[in-house]
């Protein structure tokens, strides 16, 4: 990481346990699971979404919540089945479908931040995440 990086520190509210860290890829726009995502490879295949053929695996998921079905939390469960779940999941409405989802790919999670992360966190920065502690570090990219 480049030395004069900017950090930004946020906290928040532990959802799913644990520590992880990597890239961040940001929406604005609620994720539908059914449908919406690939579960092989991670990649949103939803058609008018923002991120559309843009893979969330080995990242740092940064979105508002869920949309869909109860189907949602199916599908990110697939997706760390086959290794394609995200790193780390921060969101900011919580909702049953998107706590579920949290629980079932065993990637960290966080929500009820004390700042707004869309105002923060760019697609492209390096994220830490360590729920256990509430903490989310945001290392700004150059």
């Known amino acids: 990481m480049n030395e004069r990086a900017t950090t930004i520190l946020l906290r928040g509210r532990k959802v ?3 520590r992880a860290e990597g890239e961040a890829l940001v929406t604005r726009e609620r ?3 059914w449908g919406g995502i690939d579960p092989r490879t991670g990649t949103i295949i939803e058609t008018r979404h923002e991120l559309r053929g843009c893979s969330f695996a080995g990242r740092v998921l940064v979105f508002p919540g ?3 079905s109860s189907g949602w939390s199916n599908q990110f469960h697939l997706a760390r089945l086959s290794g394609a779940a995200p790193a780390a999941m921060l969101f900011t409405e919580m909702s049953t479908k998107v ?3 949290a629980v079932v790919t065993r990637a960290p999670a966080m929500t009820d931040f ?3 992360p869309f105002a923060l966190i760019a697609t492209g920065d390096w ?3 360590d ?3 509430g ?3 945001v290392i700004k990219r150059a």
Do not use: P
Request: aromatic share 0%.
């Open 16 to 18: 799913v346990g644990g």
């Open 31 to 33: 994720i539908s699971g």
């Open 66 to 68: 869920a949309k869909g």
């Open 99 to 101: 706590a579920l989802g």
């Open 114 to 116: 004390d700042q707004d």
């Open 127 to 129: 994220v830490r995440v």
């Open 131 to 133: 729920a256990d502690r």
């Open 135 to 137: 903490v989310v570090e």
